[in-house]
């Protein structure tokens, strides 16, 4: 039986600055077509959107496409990029 050196039981504290939100960093991408992907559903080059104060009032449905001059200037952006405006 092998005894554990002492640098692996020792314990480890990571102290990380709240401005950077490492588990979202690990969950997705962040360019824009990524977030697109992850937050509203872009599905089919498609996203479909509600409005929240009128549930009853039909989805709006935009396509993203390479004719679409917004998306194709930006859909390889990070967001914060594209975010600023």
């Known amino acids: 039986q092998l005894e554990p050196s002492a640098s692996q039981s020792r314990p480890v504290l990571l102290l990380c600055d709240r401005n950077n939100d490492i588990p979202v960093c690990l969950a997705h991408s962040w360019n824009y077509r990524s977030m697109l ?11 479909e959107l ?7 009032a039909p989805s709006k449905i935009y396509e993203l496409d390479k004719e679409d001059d917004f998306w194709r200037g930006n859909a390889g952006e990070q967001y914060h990029v594209v975010a600023d405006r």
């Open 37 to 47: 992907h992850d937050i509203l559903g872009m599905r089919l080059n498609k996203v």
């Open 50 to 56: 509600k409005d929240p104060d009128n549930p009853s």
